[in-house]
C-alpha cells in the first residue's frame, strides 16, 4: 500500500508560477500528475519513469510544465509556469507499482486526494 499527499496547489494570477508536490510513502515507479476540472473528465498532464529519466507530457501544457522528481525523498514535482485560466483544476498525482510510463489513468494503482489550483484572469 503506498499513500500520496499532494501539496503546493492555491490561487494565481494567468502568467504565474506553481509548484506541486506529491509525496510517497513507500517505493514508486512510474508516477503521473492527472487534472480534473469541474464537470469534465480526469486528464492526464504529465508523467515520470521510476529514474526520472524519461517524461512524457500532455500537448496542452508542453513547454510550460517540468515534471521530475527526488527518489531520496520518495517526491515527485510539478513546476507549473506560465499558467492559464484553462489551467484551472484539481491536480492529483498518481502511481504505479510496475515500471512502463502510460498516460491511461486506469493503469494507476494508487492515487492522492488531490490538490486545488486555480488561475484568474
Known amino acids: 500500500q503506498v499513500q500520496l499527499v499532494e501539496s503546493g496547489g492555491g490561487l494565481v494570477q494567468a502568467g504565474g508560477s506553481l509548484r506541486l508536490s506529491c509525496a510517497a510513502s513507500?517505493?514508486?515507479?512510474?508516477v503521473g500528475w492527472f487534472r480534473q476540472a469541474p464537470g469534465k473528465e480526469r486528464d492526464f498532464v504529465a508523467v515520470?519513469?521510476?529514474?526520472?529519466?524519461?517524461?512524457n507530457y500532455a500537448d496542452s501544457v508542453k513547454g510550460r510544465f517540468t515534471i521530475s522528481r527526488d527518489n531520496a525523498k520518495n517526491t515527485v514535482y510539478l513546476q507549473m509556469n506560465s499558467l492559464k485560466p484553462e489551467d484551472t483544476a484539481v491536480y492529483y498525482c498518481?502511481?504505479?507499482?510496475?515500471?512502463?510510463?502510460?498516460?491511461?489513468?486506469?493503469?494507476?494503482?494508487?492515487w492522492g486526494q488531490g490538490t486545488q489550483v486555480t488561475v484568474s484572469s
Open positions: 498518481a502511481c504505479r507499482t510496475v515500471v512502463g510510463l502510460t498516460t491511461n489513468p486506469d493503469l494507476y494503482n494508487y
Open positions: 513507500g517505493l514508486t515507479f512510474t
Open positions: 515520470i519513469n521510476w529514474n526520472g529519466g524519461t517524461t
